[in-house]
């Protein structure tokens, strides 16, 4: 194992203890419910539904979001494994600050894959949307998104899963897989134009269909997350439909071409 540098896991954790009970405690003056549906949103599997709207718009930025996630992934695992960090309630005693949902329990605390995830994806979206223009219009959204991660990030450290570290960790790592998700998208662009009613298309649309369906079925299963998940799979939806579009479009083409095959 390696330590984290230039600490070694005990000290990593004890150094920023009192500060992680201090910030733990003051944000959840807020209400847990905003922190257990905001913190919902570094997980891959709502971002990207909710992502998947940019295909209507720029599809170049969501390809870049997607490229992005190898990276993400790859230095999620690996750090996590190598640091092997205790989380805040394996180090600390539980009752001295608020946890939301599952007491996590592990040595896998840095960085915060949530944290690293939000900004891969937001990092990637922004960088790419500065290719096609520059006005105040974009400044704004650089803004706004800058804020949304920094709020789904921060919401580690609410719901008492991560140390504040992890968190700034996982921001730097993931702005890094999101610079690199960027480049190779643009670089590579022949792998995500996808033709419509070209097979990758439709094997795209069912994927993104089923992530969005599984999203209204978690939704159930937890209520408090309800629009979350449901915004989240409504927006998987919409795009899955404009995906599927083609794919109907080159069914209907083949079903007239053996009609009128059938007729010669």
């Not at 807020?30 to 997980?43: E, K």
């Not at 930025?61 to 640091?83: N, Y």
């Not at 094997?203 to 299963?221: G, N, T």
Request: some cysteine.
């Amino acid at each position: 194992m390696l330590p984290v540098w230039p600490f070694d896991q005990l000290d990593y954790c004890a150094i920023q203890g009192d500060a992680f009970i201090a910030l733990n405690r003051w944000l959840n003056n807020w209400p847990a419910l905003l922190w257990s549906n905001l913190t919902q949103l570094g997980d891959g599997a709502v971002l990207a539904p909710l992502l998947s709207v940019l295909i209507l718009w720029r599809p170049q930025a969501w390809a870049a979001a997607l490229a992005a996630a190898p990276l993400d992934a790859l230095l999620s695992v690996s750090f996590k494994h190598l640091e092997a960090v205790p989380r805040p309630a394996d180090y600390l005693d539980p009752h001295q600050f608020v946890v939301i949902g599952h007491t996590l329990k592990a040595h896998n605390s840095f960085p915060s894959g949530h944290s690293l995830t939000v900004f891969a994806c937001t990092i990637a979206v922004l960088v790419t949307l500065y290719m096609y223009e520059r006005s105040w219009r974009l400044v704004a959204l650089t803004l706004v998104a800058f804020v949304f991660a920094c709020a789904v990030a921060i919401s580690r450290v609410a719901v008492g899963a991560h140390w504040p570290l992890d968190v700034l960790g996982g921001a730097l790592l993931g702005s890094m897989a999101g610079v690199v998700g960027a480049a190779l998208a643009a670089r590579y662009p022949r792998w995500w134009r996808l033709q419509p009613g070209s097979i990758p298309r439709c094997v795209v649309s069912v994927i993104l269909l089923l992530m969005s369906l599984s999203l209204f079925y978690r939704a159930f299963d937890k209520p408090e997350l309800a629009i979350t998940f449901g915004l989240s799979g409504l927006c998987g939806l919409v795009a899955t439909q404009r995906l599927l579009r083609g794919c109907r479009t080159r069914w209907l083409r083949g079903q007239v071409h053996l009609n009128l095959s059938g007729v010669q």
